[in-house]
């Protein structure tokens, strides 16, 4: 029996799909902006997981893929007895087409029946256990900032145009009272005494474990911190808690892609997400503009820390709607693969509905043409590269001699991050030499938890490392991994990088800009060939390692804008 199992692909199929991951984006978009557009109006439907067209909180990309696979595999004549699938959705969706073209193929759900009576179960208690879950989070969240609030009184200084900066908090935000700026390093420090006095940090403290904690310690910051929380009413949290209910009785009756009626799996995703917390964070983003504009108080410039995620459409559509005349940057201070982040890719739809910003500012001139590939009226400019600073400077270390480093920079994605290093513990043994085994953890991450993951399969010749991780591109010999910019910045040091791709499980994803060629970096899929890019990289000699350190001066400058006084003082908009 020939069966394609959509969970779990043969490689050959596994390769087939990074390319589909390219080539379906656009039919895709047109497909979300078709959902989209029964409601346009709504900032609410705008900020739905189908809307959001990301992978991590969307399904229906790898749904569109999978179907599109499928697709190509009967047009090319491959025969096929069943198809295994993981979704009852999907199931109905396959079998329709299937029925409608004549063809004979048994379509059977991975899952046996006690496990999908199970997930029907979970589907009908799951949106009440949500729903109390962000309820707790919601409350927490105004209580923590309402005792902060009694404490310490806010005294913004509002009696000028202020300028708002969104960004992100972790556990790692404050070294005690100081407070460490990981998306906007340097920034405040081009600006005069007076300027620095109308700029403030927007702050999403909701992922930070001590919420308490660090609402006391935004509130005593030598750094202007506003907070959202001071200005949301107590009728905003509930109303951004129930905001979802708007797609209880919302149903898609059709909608095609590649030929298939794909409307169950949109309206299973739309059950699903019912009550999902994330939007409710959007939600008040929306609502804090909104009460920003009641309370009088007057914005010159929104930066955005865009990831056209749900919270950044609810925060530009806010701002967009309640300060018209007002200009929002969206800054994109990293460089991420295309095939998995189709979302980042501003669509027309988007810019049309006013939930993007008025213009995006990318860290480099080579990624001004790509972030325009669906909107082609983008306004877009180039600005400092504020987390990459470092690739100017003077080189400080070098790898030590009669050793070769491998440096393995992990992602936020335990997942992903377990697959690099078991792929190259099975490397490890098929390649001869004194090599030593960097691992530098995300900064979210905790080593115990990748650890744990791993089991039994952890490598013994592995050390996790910390410091900055500009010091450890510099000491180690290769940079190996995938999904995040950390890949670009080692080639901007003239490193050599390694790929890693997927295989059956996990999509390709390379962040590496299409237009950067040579070989100072390879993409790697097996074990075998991630051993074959080692032995080449080390046996490197002094004409092609100087080659490499030319490739990265070349990168730099096409990626990684310089921090400088002119630089920051043009993204801020000051004379």
Request: charged share 25%; glycine share 6%.
């Amino acid at each position: 029996m020939i069966s394609l199992d959509l969970a779990n692909l043969e490689e050959r199929h596994a390769v087939m799909l990074d390319k589909i991951s390219i080539e379906i984006r656009r039919p895709f978009n047109e497909l979300v902006g078709f959902i989209t557009a029964q409601g346009a109006t709504d900032i609410r439907r705008q900020m739905s997981s189908v809307a959001s067209r990301n992978m991590k909180m969307s399904p229906l990309f790898t749904h569109c893929m999978h179907i599109a696979l499928l697709a190509k595999i009967l047009d090319g004549g491959e025969k096929l007895d069943e198809i295994v699938v993981y979704s009852m959705a999907m199931k109905q969706v396959l079998e329709e087409y299937i029925a409608y073209s004549g063809l004979n193929i048994a379509v059977r759900n991975r899952h046996s029946y006690g496990k999908r009576l199970i997930i029907r179960l979970k589907g009908i208690l799951w949106p009440f256990i949500r729903l109390a879950t962000a309820a707790f989070r919601l409350a927490r969240l105004y209580i923590y900032a309402s005792i902060s609030r009694m404490n310490n009184r806010p005294r913004y200084a509002l009696d000028k145009p202020i300028t708002l900066i969104d960004t992100f908090l972790l556990d790692s935000s404050f070294t005690g009272n100081d407070y460490s700026d990981r998306y906007y390093p340097g920034l405040l420090e081009c600006v005069t005494e007076g300027e620095r006095a109308y700029i403030y940090y927007v702050p999403l403290v909701e992922f930070v474990k001590d919420r308490g904690g660090m609402f006391r310690l935004l509130r005593s910051s030598g750094v202007k911190f506003l907070l959202k929380e001071d200005f949301l009413k107590f009728r905003d949290y509930v109303y951004a808690l129930f905001s979802s209910l708007r797609f209880v009785s919302f149903k898609v009756k059709t909608a095609d892609f590649m030929g298939f009626n794909v409307a169950p799996l949109i309206n299973e995703e739309l059950r699903d997400n019912l009550f999902n917390y994330v939007p409710m964070l959007g939600m008040m983003n929306y609502l804090f503009a909104k009460r920003l504009k009641e309370s009088g108080v007057v914005v010159r410039l929104v930066i955005d820390w865009f990831e056209n995620q749900v919270v950044d459409k609810g925060f530009n559509g806010g701002f967009r709607r309640y300060y018209p005349d007002t200009p929002v940057v969206g800054y994109e201070g990293y460089i991420l693969p295309r095939s998995a982040n189709v979302h980042v890719y501003p669509t027309e739809f988007e810019r049309q509905n006013a939930v993007l910003p008025t213009e995006i500012a990318v860290v480099g001139r080579g990624l001004v043409e790509p972030i325009k590939e669906f909107c082609v009226d983008l306004k877009v400019s180039v600005a400092p590269a504020f987390r990459f600073g470092g690739v100017w400077d003077e080189r400080k270390y070098f790898p030590q001699k009669g050793v070769f480093t491998v440096l393995l920079a992990l992602s936020i994605d335990v997942a992903e991050s377990v697959n690099i290093l078991k792929i190259f513990k099975n490397a490890a043994g098929l390649i001869d030499g004194n090599i030593r085994y960097h691992v530098k953890i995300h900064p979210v991450t905790r080593p115990r938890d990748i650890i744990k993951t791993l089991g039994r399969d952890r490598p013994s010749r592995f050390e996790f490392v910390t410091g900055s991780f500009k010091d450890c591109v510099e000491r180690c010999d290769v940079v190996v991994g995938n999904t995040s910019s950390a890949c670009v910045e080692a080639l901007a040091v003239g490193v050599p990088v390694i790929v890693i791709g997927g295989h059956g499980r996990f999509l390709t994803q390379n962040p590496v800009p299409d237009a950067v060629g040579g070989d100072i970096w390879r993409l790697c899929v097996t074990p075998r060939e991630v051993s074959d890019a080692l032995e080449f990289y080390m046996q490197r000699d002094e004409k092609k390692i100087a080659a490499h350190i030319q490739d990265g001066k070349r990168i730099r400058e096409e990626y990684f804008e310089r921090v400088t006084r002119a630089s920051v003082r043009e993204f801020l908009k000051l004379q």
